[in-house]
């Protein structure tokens, strides 16, 4: 059973967070996960989904607010092994109801353009044009919660 949990910065499921986000998603890019980013994190919303089997953390992504309205999510990251098993929508929904509860009206992210899709299933729409960022292409991405 798949199960959605909160992290607290700094703690041993941080670090699990960390080096999962680094496997699956900073590695096959080219990018490192420089520690000064650690300091960046601690004022943001972790969460990560266990499989209770083996209490092993298999996703997670992070959230930042930008304002009292609009809350920011990043680094969707998904065990190779999980994924397209519904992992990714079930966390983004979970993530989308920590929001909604913390007074939250709008959820943004700038989603890889391979990934669009994933997003647009999660009712998420694309606004502006897209962007490079070290060689890899980005949209924004929006949804009213
Ligand atoms: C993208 C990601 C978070 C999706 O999580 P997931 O658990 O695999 O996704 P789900 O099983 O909930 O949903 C899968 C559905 O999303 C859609 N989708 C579109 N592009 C996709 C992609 N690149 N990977 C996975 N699903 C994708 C498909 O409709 C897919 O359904 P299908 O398998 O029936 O075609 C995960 O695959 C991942 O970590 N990928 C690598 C890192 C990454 O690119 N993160 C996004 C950062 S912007």
């Known amino acids: 059973m798949k199960k959605m949990i909160d992290i607290d910065f700094g703690s041993e499921r941080y670090d699990e967070l ?3 986000r ?3 998603l900073l590695e096959p890019l080219g990018l490192k996960f420089l520690d000064s980013y650690r300091d960046k994190e601690i004022g943001y919303v972790h969460i990560g989904c266990i499989e209770s089997l083996d209490d092993k953390l298999i996703g997670g992504l992070m959230m930042v607010p930008l304002n009292n ?6 680094q969707v990251a998904v065990d190779t092994k999980y994924q397209r098993e519904g992992v ?12 909604k509860a913390a007074g939250y009206s709008k959820l943004i992210m700038y989603a890889m353009l391979s990934v669009v899709h994933f997003y647009e299933t999660l009712g ?3 606004e502006g044009d897209i962007f490079e960022e070290k060689g890899i292409t980005f949209v924004k991405m929006v949804k009213n919660i």
Do not use: C, D, P, W
Request: proline share 0%; hydrophobic share 50%; no cysteine.
């Open 18 to 20: 960390v080096e999962l």
């Open 22 to 24: 680094y496997k699956v």
């Open 124 to 126: 998420f729409t694309a």
């Open 88 to 99: 990714g929508h079930q966390m983004v929904a979970y993530a989308e109801e920590r929001a």
């Open 69 to 74: 309205n609009e809350i920011r999510m990043m």
